[in-house]
């Protein structure tokens, strides 16, 4: 097993994946955001979507 890069993977290995922020809900009594995954498997045409508190993703600051 290996990532995207070729590098190998083993349990207890931390990841990181890709997401974008779809959806808020502010009047929730947590943080919760929708995530879509923006790194799809090869060949899937389905979106893979996730709901999560806002504290367990860190963003990620552009470069321009």
Same mark, same amino acid.
């Given at each position: @097993? =290996? #990532?995207?890069?070729?590098?190998? +993977?083993?349990?207890? #290995?931390? %990841? %990181?994946? =890709?997401?974008?922020? %779809?959806?808020?809900?502010?009047?929730? !009594?947590?943080?919760?955001?929708? +995530?879509? +995954? !923006?790194?799809?498997?090869?060949?899937?045409? @389905?979106?893979?979507?996730?709901? +999560?508190?806002?504290?367990?993703?860190? /963003? %990620? $600051? /552009?470069? $321009?």
């Amino acid at each position: @097993m =290996h #990532d995207r890069n070729g590098k190998p +993977l083993a349990v207890g #290995d931390e %990841v %990181v994946i =890709h997401g974008k922020v %779809v959806e808020t809900f502010p009047n929730a !009594t947590t943080c919760n955001i929708r +995530l879509e +995954l !923006t790194d799809r498997q090869p060949g899937g045409t @389905m979106p893979s979507f996730y709901t +999560l508190t806002s504290n367990q993703v860190e /963003k %990620v $600051e /552009k470069v $321009e």
